[in-house]
């Protein structure tokens, strides 16, 4: 038996040898887009192919289409590339796809609507092998709800006028009780999910005996409890300046709106040199009385050193506190008071300030 089996390996073998010693191509290998639907595993030699491009895809011009499986088992190049279709993207949708205008073949484009807003139409769409949109933009349709309910003892007032039995996602309107009653809350609205807001309670609501504020008055007002919508008006001292609205209003909450602010006036915190307030170049001497108000700015002068010229810098004066620029630097009494024409205010001026120095580096000295 055993030299039989070894004769039978060996005529195996041999076999084996001859079906495999022909030299053979294997499918030839292609970049993306080209059709390989057609393309066979095995080619004999000398055999040719002819490379299309995919339905979708455009063939390079003046390209090589047709290969040949040569005598060494290669395939001869092709520089035949498939770019695919473009879609040309919506209009519409251009300022969101970052100022491209086409889409390539296969490409997917999904919508979606805002809160408040249904999608008609699909929400999905192809950029088919011709060239063209599966389905058209959507568009997306506001939200309706049914009117509201006017609260007992009260009215609504819409925001914009109101036609139907319906009104759009969105709109508003306000809430109004009678005198005196004040509604629990004031404003309502149409919802994302086409629900309105529910009717306020109608009730009494008093604010208390308002007050002063610090640096300021009540320009009027009676000492008493004030009902739903009765207003206060303030004013300030002499050179404090109002930050807020001036007059207050008793809310539907039982409380008062918020009071305003006397803000105070500033000093300027020099002794010496010149400044640009109200228009005008003034002598720190000559600014009498020595005041600016809160808001207001006045600009200090400094030196550019490099350059051998002045520069103004600008601060504002808030709450009685008006900051002196890093920059400025008081001349002494004999500067001052000999060579007033050579300070920072009397030179030439800039024709830029000077790059600011980083917080974290120390000044020079």
Known sequence: MAPTLALLLLCQVAL???VTSKKVCGRPP??????VSTLKRVYEVGEEVTLTCEQGYLPSAAATHRITCTAAAEWTPSNLACSPKMCPIPRALQPLAMGRTEAPFKSVLNYTCDDGYVIQGANESRCLHDGTWSHPPPL???VNCPLPKAPTDGQIVHDKPVTGTTTMYGQGWTYE???PKAPSYERGSCMADGTVTEPPVCREVSC???TNIPNGFITFAVMRLHGYKET???GCNEHYALDGKAEIQCQNTGSWSAKPICRAPCTVGIKRGRIFY???KIWISDLKPNRVLHGEHVAFYCLNKTERC???VVSTCNDGTLPIPECFEEPGKVEYSLRAKTLPSEITMCVAAPPAVPSALPRPA
């Open 232 to 234: 206060v008006k303030y």
């Open 177 to 179: 009780c009678n005198r």
């Open 278 to 280: 109200n228009g005008r």
């Open 30 to 35: 292609v970049p993306d887009g080209i059709d």
């Open 16 to 18: 084996y040898t001859t």
């Open 208 to 210: 208390p005996i308002p």
């Open 140 to 142: 997306c349709k506001a």
């Open 310 to 312: 002045g520069y103004p």
